[in-house]
């Protein structure tokens, strides 16, 4: 049960980051090269996260 609870608490944060930054996500050209790596790193980490987590509990 504590899996599925993670799950979606990480779906919930890639969502309010994409939401949140919906604005900055826009003006992609604008931002510079450290704004648009923070961005892809921590886009790719939630992602990421979110994969593996579905992963365990399909495995398990």
């Not at 919906?22 to 886009?43: A, F, H, I």
Request: charged share 20%; glycine share 2%; proline share 0%.
């Amino acid at each position: 049960m504590s899996d599925y609870i993670f799950l979606i608490v990480l779906i919930i944060l890639l969502i309010l980051y994409l939401f949140f930054f919906k604005v900055k996500l826009m003006k992609w050209e604008e931002r510079d090269s450290v704004e648009k790596s923070y961005s892809n790193r921590l886009t790719a980490i939630l992602v990421a996260g979110i994969l593996l987590w579905i992963y365990k509990i399909m495995k398990s």
